[in-house]
């Protein structure tokens, strides 16, 4: 019987600095990450028994079944998977939190004798997640974000910017990446969490105020700066409070400490 090749969704996930952690954590933190994993898979209605997993020592690659709707793979999957690993890291210990890159990709994969898949999808898949962008917005997330994921272009057209319920455009970013031989461009996306906007371009002046220039993001993109006469304002925040913008350009913030709300 000759190998087969398919067209599936392949998703792969890495632990963020899972180096030197020692035998017993990186035995838990694995463990863990292959439980949110396989729950998340369920939860998006895909057979976990039907998808080809491998290991990549700190991390798992998934070629999903035939016939899988892509968007399934952004939301609920994705979601799911944020919200189990910071479940897991509320109550770990420095040693065995989580912290994930990912990358979802699509294409034709040449499916074996054995179970096996190869083919260039996974070879993009492999360059994808090793990518500057995601790494770099992972290192500078707040320490609660704890995904962070790369959509192919070809991934990203078919399943972000047609209102697929869960999916909002605006949470996605374009970078441009180069990794070995591979330039290409992918979509950033951080679950539950804000993006900062882009950076300069290396050597870019720094911008002076919001109107003069770009500001950076965790990307290592650049936004263009607002027309002229217009301002742009840029904010993320985490925590309890309450903010309150007019479009005039005035800005209140009133932040609520714990011993205030309890009086």
Same mark, same amino acid.
């Given at each position: 019987?000759?190998?087969?090749?398919?067209?599936?969704?392949?998703?792969?996930?890495?632990? !963020?600095?899972?180096?030197? *952690?020692?035998?017993? #954590?990186? +035995? @838990?933190?694995? =463990?863990?990450?292959?439980?949110?994993?396989?729950?998340?898979?369920?939860?998006?209605?895909?057979?976990?028994?039907?998808?080809?997993?491998?290991?990549?020592?700190?991390?798992?690659?998934?070629v999903a079944p035939a016939g899988v709707r892509k968007t399934a793979l952004v939301h609920p999957?994705?979601?799911?998977?944020?919200?189990?690993?910071?479940?897991?890291?509320?109550?770990?210990?420095?040693?065995?939190?989580?912290?994930?890159?990912?990358?979802?990709?699509?294409? !034709?994969?040449?499916?074996? *004798?054995?179970?096996? #898949?190869? +083919? @260039?999808?996974? =070879?993009?898949l492999a360059r994808m997640l090793d990518a500057a962008p995601v790494r770099t917005a992972l290192?500078?997330?707040?320490?609660?974000?704890?995904?962070?994921?790369?959509?192919?272009?070809?991934?990203?057209?078919?399943?972000?910017?047609?209102?697929?319920?869960?999916?909002?455009?605006?949470?996605?970013?374009?970078?441009?990446?180069?990794?070995?031989?591979?330039?290409?461009?992918?979509?950033?996306?951080?679950?539950?969490?804000?993006?900062?906007?882009?950076?300069?371009?290396?050597?870019?002046?720094?911008?002076?105020?919001?109107?003069?220039?770009?500001?950076?993001?965790?990307?290592?993109?650049?936004?263009?700066?607002?027309?002229?006469?217009?301002?742009?304002?840029?904010?993320?925040?985490?925590?309890?409070?309450t903010v309150n913008a007019l479009r005039s350009g005035t800005q209140n913030i009133h932040l609520?400490?714990?011993?205030?709300?309890?009086?």
């Amino acid at each position: 019987m000759e190998p087969e090749w398919e067209y599936r969704a392949v998703l792969a996930v890495d632990i !963020e600095r899972s180096a030197g *952690r020692g035998n017993t #954590a990186l +035995g @838990r933190i694995r =463990e863990a990450l292959g439980t949110a994993l396989r729950e998340s898979v369920e939860r998006s209605g895909i057979d976990w028994r039907a998808c080809l997993i491998d290991d990549l020592g700190d991390g798992l690659r998934l070629v999903a079944p035939a016939g899988v709707r892509k968007t399934a793979l952004v939301h609920p999957l994705l979601h799911e998977l944020a919200v189990r690993l910071r479940a897991h890291n509320r109550m770990a210990g420095p040693t065995t939190r989580i912290r994930v890159r990912g990358a979802l990709h699509a294409g !034709e994969v040449r499916l074996d *004798r054995a179970g096996g #898949a190869t +083919g @260039r999808p996974l =070879e993009v898949l492999a360059r994808m997640l090793d990518a500057a962008p995601v790494r770099t917005a992972l290192e500078r997330a707040p320490e609660p974000v704890c995904v962070a994921v790369l959509l192919s272009q070809h991934f990203h057209d078919e399943t972000v910017g047609h209102d697929y319920p869960g999916i909002d455009p605006e949470a996605f970013r374009r970078v441009t990446f180069t990794t070995k031989e591979h330039t290409a461009d992918a979509w950033l996306h951080l679950p539950g969490a804000p993006l900062d906007p882009p950076e300069p371009a290396p050597g870019a002046p720094a911008p002076s105020g919001a109107a003069s220039g770009t500001a950076p993001d965790a990307a290592g993109e650049a936004v263009a700066p607002p027309p002229a006469g217009h301002s742009a304002m840029y904010n993320q925040a985490w925590g309890n409070g309450t903010v309150n913008a007019l479009r005039s350009g005035t800005q209140n913030i009133h932040l609520t400490r714990p011993e205030d709300r309890a009086r």
